[in-house]
């Protein structure tokens, strides 16, 4: 359309000199009525909803640092609660777990095409198993770049302050496929958007709980854990970084349902040096993203939540009903 600017330009010039002639402004002040709805965001674009929605979603979210004896951790709050805990994984811990890296790099010549296109987008992968890109569910799209935008937001800092090496740091038979990226290896990003994502469709659909929805054997949970995996076939991550990022996607997901519909609160954890030679598999991941329930039930975000009730009014369940929102167990 750039190109076009021009001549809209000066044929709105030529319209304005033929039309409009000379013309007095409206007198006073009081033409017509003009009392807008606080809570309506219909009149902007997606884009601009979200850049409104967003810096209110994350005023109530905070981080802090500690450490117990001696190992550091890192805690995400929402509204004062914990709902995530994470601790740093010690350097023998990543020398350990650098045995996975060798076994997944014969994987790549198989999931070259999955790794090169998730290093730029993971969304097409969900909207496979759950066409959330449709027409009739764009509000569902655009709840979900919101939970990609607040996730992306929280997990940089968090990476931040548990600045851990890459893999190709510790070995340069590592070879990665892709480009390492400059920032922490711990949590992964890629595995902490993927869990969000998934656990905001699940709760949109069904109102489940990820762990809920794994026991049922969603689509999405296998999804999120395949773009997780496929960062340590690249040779950019390790296992224990997935599994953290899983824990706090889950607890992220749930905390944006719980600020758009006053969902319970889950509060998840991950200690990578608990075990260090684990594998990000399925025996693995069932813990993570359990989670525990939290008893906090606050007023929800009145604009955001009239934005998710029209993303969940547009799933109908094969049962009939529509997405509607679960306690949470």
């Excluded at 309506?40 to 909803?49: A, C, G, I, Q």
């Excluded at 740093?88 to 010549?109: E, F, H, I, N």
């Excluded at 224990?240 to 992220?252: K, N, Q, T």
């Excluded at 600020?259 to 030679?277: C, H, K, Q, V, W």
């Amino acid at each position: 359309m750039a190109e076009d600017e021009g001549l809209v330009a000066d044929a709105r010039l030529a319209i304005h000199d033929a039309l409009a002639g000379y013309w007095d402004p409206p007198a006073g002040n009081n033409s017509f009525d003009w009392e807008p709805d606080a809570l309506d965001l219909d009149y902007l674009p997606s884009d601009r909803r979200i850049e409104v929605i967003l810096p209110q979603i994350l005023a109530r979210f905070g981080i802090e640092q500690g450490s117990t004896d001696g190992v550091p951790h890192v805690t995400l709050k929402c509204d004062g609660a914990k709902i995530c805990t994470i601790q740093k994984p010690s350097l023998s811990t990543l020398g350990t777990q650098m045995t996975w890296l060798r076994a997944y790099a014969d994987l790549r010549a198989d999931r070259a095409g999955e790794i090169l296109l998730q290093a730029e987008e993971i969304t097409s992968a969900f909207s496979a198993v759950r066409p959330f890109d449709l027409p009739k569910r764009r509000h569902t799209y655009e709840m979900l770049i919101l939970v990609h935008e607040v996730t992306i937001l929280l997990e940089q800092q968090i990476k931040h302050l548990m600045r851990s090496p890459r893999p190709v740091e510790f070995s340069d038979k590592v070879m990665p496929m892709i480009d390492t990226p400059p920032h922490s290896t711990y949590p992964s990003g890629h595995s902490t958007e993927s869990f969000a994502i998934a656990t905001a469709l699940s709760q949109l659909e069904y109102g489940e709980t990820p762990g809920e929805s794994l026991a049922a054997d969603r689509p999405t949970f296998h999804v999120a854990q395949r773009i997780a995996v496929n960062r340590t076939v690249a040779g950019v991550h390790y296992p224990v970084d997935s599994a953290a990022g899983a824990a706090l996607g889950c607890a992220i997901g749930t905390a944006v349902a719980f600020i758009a519909n006053g969902t319970p609160l889950r509060s998840f954890g991950f200690d990578p040096n608990a075990a260090p030679e684990a594998d990000f598999n399925r025996a693995a991941l069932e813990p993570v993203i359990k989670g525990r329930a939290s008893s906090k039930s606050p007023d929800p975000l009145a604009i955001l939540q009239k934005r998710w009730l029209k993303a969940r009014g547009e799933w109908q369940r094969r049962d009939g009903r529509s997405g509607t929102t679960g306690t949470g167990s």
